[in-house]
């Protein structure tokens, strides 16, 4: 029935409604006819839906109208309320099933139709799944919503097959959709109903969920629909409805329903006739332990998810061994809580091992069992892989002896101990990493202080790197945990001074990784106990003094080498040969290591003269590392004194290396060198002043580097007497009030913080906030840099006011990405200046030739800005940015040209005509505060 008709026909019965339920039908009945029209578009070409024919606007309208609409229900019983409801959903069956296709396909992401239907040759895959997957969304809330609304109220306007079909639908969306954002939303709008549905008293529909969900059950187990269910993106939806159903019947029901399901599910993850029912089962429960609202229920299930997550890392399929992972992340996460750190765990992040085995008591056997199967396997040289290793090991990590350890426990620690230590002769590192982790955390004092001479004794008994190595690791883990054995420290320190020569003696093992890993404990050692530190470090020096060429490509050597030279260099004696010595080593992460050493020096007479050359042609070298270069330029920009052509030089990096950290690095060290009070360098200023404009307007670091310089040199933002008359003085001198101006406005408050203190260096004498900042710096400006430069002033502020803004987004672009959080309001910043442009044509005199060129390229703006279409208000919503940009730059111009009017006849016809303008544009066009501005600045 056509929208007019509906309301002719129930005229009696509105007069007896509110204004609100009123204003409701007759507007939901509008928006019922245009989602008529755009279901058509739609239907006839889906591509629409994206284009000119968003359905989801209009159902996100209709469904927020009626959800108000609910505090007034008592008025709606009504036919003509009925018969809307009715038109609704059906409408909202027909847009599900034109998303449908997107939302459903196996990559909904890259989903586009033919390219002959496509009605613009602007939309692409992105755009139409953004339209298709809210369709299905504002479909799915809807259902759920009117679905709860008449199960919960008094009267029906729609029957319970009705509100049935409404969740077969939902649940049917929840198997298909392969988008995650919308099978997440239609889990929104089906958990409602599934609420309602528990909540009926009557039977038939009581039950309903639980018939859903045993028809799914009873699918997987028997292997019927599980191929045509999504296996990847875990499972899509399907974890979502076991969530939707099961959560409300443990909070209103007995919980029985959970029960069951959760048996079978179990059941099929360990025992499933294909891998693609065991994967779906194992998704299912990694939703379900994660579900907070299970909490009281879940917790006697969760030792034997443990176990299926365990074994599920031996899996053949690798899609098995992925669940596998997901699921045993999500209970370590039930069992222990979220940790701070990704790899440090804190004590609330862990459990002592007879808490963890009272609760979970079948995990204790099968833990013993199994890491005594892959020991078994080790110390009988299996090279097998033992995939289940890294579960055990991270679990084991998390347990901690308790502060009274009771003999008759029935779950001490003691018997992993030699397990897990066992496994650091695993031949994959990352299970010796692990072992050696997992072994500290359960040993007592009394088991610390026994085990490590046991270990110091194993290094000269390991005849296998791979043992050897692992043993160095769990020491490695000892000495790093020791701070927190206070009573074992200094029996843990006797013993590594009686031993130490034993760790010294493997710097010169053949294999590099255990030469890495024993210069990390004598590391760790020597910042404790400094008495073995001059053994330690001669023993390395004498390392890096042996450069065999063949073993460098081993691996391991150059990071082994790198920690030998961290240890072998001393830190404070600068004139060491060592330092001169290893800057000239094979590797770059020698020389890295002793750039970094460097980078303690305060000044130039601390470095040796022997070093200069060496740092000189390591940053002219283009073969050196670029981490060396970099280093080796920091350096010398931050201690060297001025020097014409080593000035030069840092100009010279900066032009013809394409690095962007190393330019950054070079203009920096030009900026640190830099004199003021030479003269005879005018070129060179003006060109590095010229290369710091470039840089304010690139990232961050350019940035930073840019205001880190003018700081260096204030001195440079005032006028030298000596140079008023000179033509570069005043380029070099506006350039770098240019980058101040630019880095007083900057997006990163770090930059305009800087920037405020440098105007308080030579104008206040004390720092300012950056918004009071701006406005002394640009009084000094015009002030005292203005006298002498009036027309370089005003074309500086005239190029900060008319500075062009983000290019709109190309029209195929999704979203728009223009409004984005930024410091910088250009209108405000605008009016700003222009202010000050005002402040200067009246304090200064502007000599008619300057007028005319400011009134020449005021008019060359007006004309390059073109023409806009401002006239149609239907355009406003296709056109917002474009249009928005054009008024932006024709309001700058106006103020421009009201500053400027009483310098030239022409700017000021020039501001009277740009009014016009304005005063003719529709008023949907800009807001009232722009209208109130344009009508201030009215000359």
Known sequence: MPSLQRCLCCTNVMSEWSLKTRNTFILVNELIEILKDQLD?????????????????????????????????????????????????????VASAIASPVVTCDSPEGFLPDSSDLPSPNLNAQTLLVSAWRTVKEVALLFGQVSAWMLESDFRLIEDDVILKLGLHLKLLLLETKHRGAFEQVYCGF??????????????????????????????????????????RRSAGLPFIFQAILSPEVEMGSGELFKNTIESLLDIASNGVSNECRIHALNILRNLYRESRLNQVIGPYVARGLILSITGFEAPDWPERNSSTLLFSALMTRIFGVPKSKNDFQKKN???????????????????????????????????????????????????????????????????????????????????????????????????????????????????????????????????????????????????????????????????????????????????????????????LRELHCRNQIFQNKPFYPLAYQK?????????????????????????????????????????????ACLWPTLHYMIANKEEAIECRIKALALIGRIGEYNKKQFERMLQLYRETTDDTFRCTALGAAGRIICPSHSDDLDLMMEWSEYLVESVSSTFPFRQMVVESIARCVELLKINGSLAASTEHGSILLNLWACLLRCLIDDEEHIRTAAAAVVGDFDTGYWSQPSVAIVKALEYLIDKIGSTYTMRVLLLLFDMVLEEEEQPEDESQTFETGDSDVFREPLAHSVLFCQFIKHCTRQHVVSPSDSDILAERLENCWKSLGSFDTTAVDLLSSNRRPATVHIMNVIKLFLMTNSFHSTHGNIASLHQCIHNWLSQLNPHWFTYSIQQLVFQNSV
């Open 564 to 608: 030998f030279a961290g240890i072998g260099i001393p830190s404070n004696v600068f004139s060491h040969p060592a330092y001169a010595e290893l800057l000239k080593h094979p590797l770059s992460e020698v020389r890295l290591e002793v750039l970094q050493r460097l980078e303690f020096l305060d000044t130039a007479t601390a470095l040796p």
């Open 191 to 232: 958990s409602q109903l599934c609420y309602a549905l528990w909540r009926s008293s009557k039977p038939e529909i009581h039950n309903c969920p639980t018939s859903w969900l045993l028809d799914i059950v009873h699918d997987l187990k028997d292997n019927e629909s599980a191929a045509k269910l999504c296996a990847t």
């Open 41 to 93: 578009a739609a239907q006839k070409n889906l591509g629409r839906l994206a284009i000119d024919a968003p359905i989801y606007g209009v159902l996100s309208s209709v469904r927020l109208l009626l959800s108000d609409q609910q505090s007034r229900s008592e008025e709606m019983k009504n036919e003509s309320w009925a018969s809307i409801l009715s038109s609704v959903i059906e409408m909202c069956f």
């Open 350 to 540: 862990s459990l002592t091992g007879r808490v963890f085995f009272q609760l979970y008591p079948s995990l204790y056997p099968f833990l013993l069992d199994r890491l005594r199967i892959c020991v078994s396997d080790i110390e009988n040289g299996g090279i097998h892989l033992h995939p289940s290793l890294f579960p055990m090991l991270v679990l084991l990590g998390r347990l901690h002896p308790p502060v009274c350890e009771f003999s008759d426990s029935a779950f001490q620690l003691e018997p992993f101990i030699p397990l897990v230590r066992a496994c650091g002769a695993s031949p994959v590192l990352k299970t010796r990493q692990l072992a050696a982790q997992a072994l500290t955390p359960l040993l007592t004092s009394t088991a610390y202080c026994r085990l490590l001479p046991e270990l110091l004794d194993c290094l000269q008994n390991c005849a296998l790197h791979n043992k050897l190595h692992g043993t160095l690791l769990q020491i490695h883990y000892f000495v790093k945990d020791l701070p927190q054995w206070t009573e074992a420290r200094d029996m843990v320190f006797g013993t590594l001074n009686d031993k130490i020569e034993k760790l010294v003696s493997l710097l010169c093992s053949c294999c590099y990784l255990i030469r890495y890993e024993a210069v990390e404990i004598l590391r760790l050692v020597i910042d404790s106990e400094t008495s073995i530190k001059d053994v330690v470090a001669d023993t390395c």
